[in-house]
């Protein structure tokens, strides 16, 4: 494993899967692998969706104080909806951007 | 007391005018003219036993006579030496002198030092060389005759005129002028010299001497006194004149001097003059007071800090964001292509620009108030001053250009920061119009990401600061106190430190207590260890509480202020009841005042130690002329500072009687009846406690008396 010259950040980005799914009948969530044991539910049909997401938010910024985080997007096979599709795709890279920026900041 | 050591009564050397003779009645008439208390005669190389009795009998009433001669000395040089003896062995000293110049031709005849010394010293005398009189003794020889004397309280200087006697009085010679008479005729004219105290005898006038290197009035060394009102019961007043000088009370215990010493420094004091106190009953409540905070700031700036009081509201203030909800993506999505004009106008999926606070940003910051400082002050200063025109154009200029580039520095960052607001601000406009006009929503600006990261560490800065504020070393301020034997200097230590593992309670408020202090400085450390933690609100909320409760709005009640006693190596030092003694009389003695008021200062102290340290302080400060005012029942200090006066408390038939006087007449008067009179040195002897010295001086004063 290749380490930085900042000591403990590791070279070797964490990926982090991100699957597009159904949960129940018509329940669409955005589910975010933390680790092997470990996601995060975003429901994508909630009004009321922020909690989860700033849980993520909390997640993946403690991961990225010492590690690059890099996010792999899929659908679940024959997930019906391709606008829900699309918006996470570019959510995923949104997320990204800012995960990057803000990366910067907090290794300062 | 006017005194004359120079008198001569026989013209006896070919030099001699015939004016130096006189007869009793002459002699009784201008000495009593003169008011003359003292004066020794002292014709060339003779004395005359007959006639020194006739003269004694005529003025025995009203002045004392003491036998002396002046004697030609053959030193480096020649000069001339007084040597006047204690009355008390007249007939030794006449047939040593006369011994000395049997066979000697009186008119031409010089004696060495040591002739006249191994005659006459027996006789218990006293040695008086002409100095800067002609003609005189020289500095080789002076220091011969102070050598073969071994006591330079006998030896005095005799000069030759009034002016000169107050010059090297006040430089500490001692010195004296006498007569010289030539004429008798004219000798209530003379100038002549006055004694400090009055003494009733040659024993009397040798412990002044002993004492004092000065025992003649000048203007300078004039004993200054007040008459002040003591009060050693509360319906009991009592007229005391107190001196420039040693004034002592003695008496057995409860005769009221703690009292009256306590009213006399509140008269002193009430007179304007500054006084210092030291009441030995009250040292271990004056002790505890040394070491109390009362009064001691928690002043952040002696330990070099910032108040962080713009941490704390940071804080107070903080409120977590909220992320930007998956539906307003959702819906951006599904009313994208509701409009062709909006789909081509691809500023409204434009995302937020970031702008971070870099060390830099809070570096120029830093620098630019710096420099604000540094330019108002440099106004303050006049330059001009203290440097050279040219270098004070350089100076000038290139401060100006500093003042230039940082600010040139922070103009960056701000344009760089407030562009990037009003870009954002701009597209969020843009967006909010395109998305009225097309009934469409624009891409969200961020995913609230940005500004989660951005609110966090906002907010781990202030906790950082006020962490790492509380890590500043300690200051110790140190002030000397006093001197132990074997311990060396000892110092109070005033000391600022921010809580840690090692405070005590007692060095903070007790209103918010360590252990709330403890609890809010744990918290602050859990929230920069888990500053990404989901439940940061209410971690946030419960240590709001906490400081609200307590009332803290900046890091002062952090800062812990003691005050102990240490060594110099500021390690604290537990000092005994009879340290604590000593070191609060050192520091009394050493404050600079017009009068001290000590009362029983021998307490919980040793005998060597009262004769060696504080005895010595006493009198300095008497020579000084400072009111020296001392309630004791130490002999030592009663009795060895041989003090200007003494007043004597005693309680006798169910009366309260005082008494004063000095050890220089060894008489004590009864205020209230001039006929009620004691002596010094039989009370000192019956009352006082302690000091083989003291005793043995004592003893000397009372013989000298009776004999």
């Known amino acids: 494993m290749k380490r930085s010259m900042k000591e403990g950040i590791s070279m070797n980005p964490r990926i982090i899967d991100v699957l597009l799914t159904t949960l129940g009948e018509d329940k669409d969530i955005l589910r975010f692998y933390i680790n092997k044991d470990a996601h995060i539910d975003i429901d994508l049909d909630s009004a009321a969706c922020q909690t989860e997401i700033k849980k993520l938010f909390s997640e993946i910024l403690n991961i990225s104080i010492n590690e690059d985080v890099e996010f792999s997007f899929k659908s679940e096979e024959g997930f019906p909806r391709d606008l829900y599709r699309d918006v996470c795709e570019q959510y995923i890279k949104d997320i990204t951007r800012e995960l990057n920026t803000s990366t910067i900041a907090i290794r300062q | ?707």
């Open chain 2, 1 to 707: 007391m006017k005194i004359d050591l120079h008198c001569h009564t026989k013209a006896v050397k070919k030099g001699d005018g015939v004016g130096r003779n006189v007869t009793p009645e002459l002699f009784h008439e201008k000495i009593a003219n003169a008011d003359i208390k003292i004066v020794a005669i002292t014709n060339h190389n003779h004395f005359d036993l007959e006639q020194y009795n006739i003269l004694h009998d005529e003025v025995k009433d009203f002045c004392q006579v003491w036998p002396g001669v002046e004697i030609d000395i053959q030193g480096k040089t020649k000069w001339h030496l007084i040597v006047v003896a204690n009355p008390e062995n007249i007939k030794m000293f006449n047939a040593q002198v006369a011994g000395l110049f049997i066979g000697q031709n009186i008119d031409k005849c010089t004696l060495s030092i040591e002739d006249v010394f191994n005659a006459l010293n027996e006789c218990d005398v006293i040695y008086i060389p002409h100095y800067h009189k002609d003609p005189g003794i020289k500095e080789e020889d002076r220091k011969r005759l102070i050598d073969m004397v071994g006591d330079e309280s006998r030896i005095f200087l005799e000069l030759s005129n009034h002016r000169s006697l107050g010059v090297y009085t006040n430089y500490g010679y001692r010195s004296i002028v006498g007569s010289d008479v030539k004429d008798w005729n004219v000798y209530d004219k003379c100038k002549f010299a006055e004694l400090k105290l009055p003494v009733e005898n040659f024993s009397q006038f040798c412990l002044l001497a002993k004492r004092d290197e000065t025992i003649v009035e000048t203007l300078l060394n004039k004993k200054q006194s007040l008459t002040l009102v003591g009060k050693p019961h509360e319906s009991v007043s009592i007229e005391i004149k107190l001196y420039q000088d040693v004034n002592i009370f003695f008496g057995p215990k409860g005769t009221g001097k703690t009292e009256l010493i306590k009213s006399l420094h509140g008269g002193m004091a009430s007179r304007g003059l500054s006084c210092v106190g030291y009441i030995a009953q009250e040292r271990g409540d004056e002790f505890k007071k040394l070491t109390s905070t009362a009064g001691m700031e928690r002043d952040i700036n002696k330990v070099n800090a910032n108040l962080c009081e713009e941490d704390f509201r940071i804080i107070a203030n903080w409120k977590d964001t909220n992320a930007t909800p998956f539906e307003n993506y959702l819906n951006w999505y599904r009313t994208r292509e509701n409009s062709a004009n909006k789909q081509r106008m691809k500023i409204t999926e434009a995302t937020s620009l970031t702008f971070t606070r870099t060390e830099k940003y809070i570096q120029h910051k830093n620098d630019k108030d710096i420099a604000e400082k540094l330019t108002s002050d440099f106004e303050q200063l006049d330059i001009s001053e203290y440097l050279q025109k040219d270098d004070q154009k350089k100076l000038l200029c290139l401060v100006k250009q500093l003042v230039i580039s940082i600010s040139s520095a922070r103009r960056t960052d701000l344009i760089d920061e407030y562009s990037t607001k009003l870009t954002n601000k701009t597209i969020s406009k843009i967006k909010e119009h395109a998305d009225r006009s097309t009934d469409t929503v624009s891409k969200p600006s961020s995913t609230g990401l940005l500004e989660y990261v951005e609110n966090r560490m906002n907010l781990l800065g202030a906790v950082n600061h006020i962490l790492e504020t509380l890590l500043l070393p300690e200051c110790n301020e140190k002030e000397y106190l006093g001197e132990l034997e074997e311990k060396g200097r000892i110092f109070i230590n005033n000391r600022y430190r921010f809580l840690c593992g090692v405070s005590y309670t007692k060095e903070f408020d007790s209103t918010i207590g360590i252990n709330r202090l403890k609890e809010i400085v744990s918290a602050l450390k859990t929230i920069k260890e888990s500053i990404f933690a989901d439940d940061m609100a209410s971690k946030i909320d419960e240590l709001n509480q906490k400081l609200k409760a307590s009332d803290i709005t900046s890091i002062k009640p952090f800062l812990g202020i003691s005050k102990f006693i240490c060594d110099e190596n500021g390690i604290e030092y537990i000092a005994s009841n009879g340290e604590q003694s000593i070191l609060l009389l050192q520091r009394a003695l050493q404050k600079e005042a017009d009068a001290y008021f000590l009362d029983e200062p021998e307490l919980g102290m040793g005998g060597s130690y009262i004769d060696a340290n504080i005895r010595p302080l006493i009198v300095n400060l008497a020579k000084q002329r400072k009111y020296v005012v001392v309630a004791t029942h130490n002999a030592n200090i009663a009795v060895r500072t041989l003090p200007y006066t003494s007043i004597f408390r005693t309680h006798e038939n169910g009366k309260y009687l005082t008494y004063i006087g000095n050890p220089f007449n060894d008489e004590l008067v009864n205020i209230e009846n001039k006929n009620d009179m004691r002596s010094w040195a039989e009370e000192c002897l019956h009352t006082l406690e302690g000091g083989n010295e003291a005793f043995y001086e004592r003893r000397d004063i009372y013989e000298s008396k009776n004999n």
